[in-house]
């Protein structure tokens, strides 16, 4: 008795969350987003961080069009989210926190006073995350393209 194995292949890849789990994550994600403009923008406020200074202002404006952008992301993708529309509307997120995240690090609104240490540990987080966001844009980007 001969048996055969079919072996599979190497770029097989499993299904990924169902329609209904994607809903949640939109809805979920866009209740962060509107928690998030609310503690930046109204109550406490920006800021009410006392690590963070006056500069900030210079950010908050772009902050706040990346979470907006974000916020319609998700609505779209609440009624209509094919595999490739998911992947562009993740590289726009991912680019626009590169664009955000670059900011930062020009402006660099923290003032850590007796610990300034914190500022190295700032930077280096903020650059980590740069170079994060840069490789969502291109995965991203490859991802929307591909067919499968």
């Known amino acids: 008795m001969t048996?055969?194995?079919?072996a599979t292949?190497?770029?097989a890849t499993k299904p990924g969350p169902g329609r209904g789990a994607r809903i949640f994550g939109y809805l979920l994600g866009s209740g962060i987003q509107l928690l998030i403009l609310w503690l930046v923008l109204v109550s406490p406020?920006?800021?009410?961080?006392?690590?963070?200074t006056d500069a900030a202002g210079q950010v908050v404006g772009l902050f706040t069009v990346s979470v907006l952008v974000?916020?319609?992301?998700?609505a779209v993708l609440l009624a209509y989210d094919p595999r490739a529309l998911r992947r562009l509307?993740?590289?726009v997120n991912a680019a626009l926190a590169l664009v955000v995240t670059l900011r930062v690090l020009d402006v660099f609104p923290f003032d850590f006073g007796q610990h300034p240490g914190w500022a190295t540990v700032v930077r280096v987080l903020l650059i980590l995350a740069a170079v994060g966001a840069g490789i969502g844009v291109i995965a991203n980007l490859v991802q929307a393209v591909r067919r499968r």
Do not use: E, K, S
């Not at 406020?45 to 963070?52: D, H, I, S, T, Y």
């Open 3 to 6: 048996t055969t194995q079919t």
């Open 9 to 11: 292949p190497a770029h």
């Open 45 to 52: 406020g920006w800021r009410a961080v006392p690590f963070v």
């Open 70 to 74: 974000g916020l319609l992301i998700n």
């Open 89 to 91: 509307g993740d590289a």
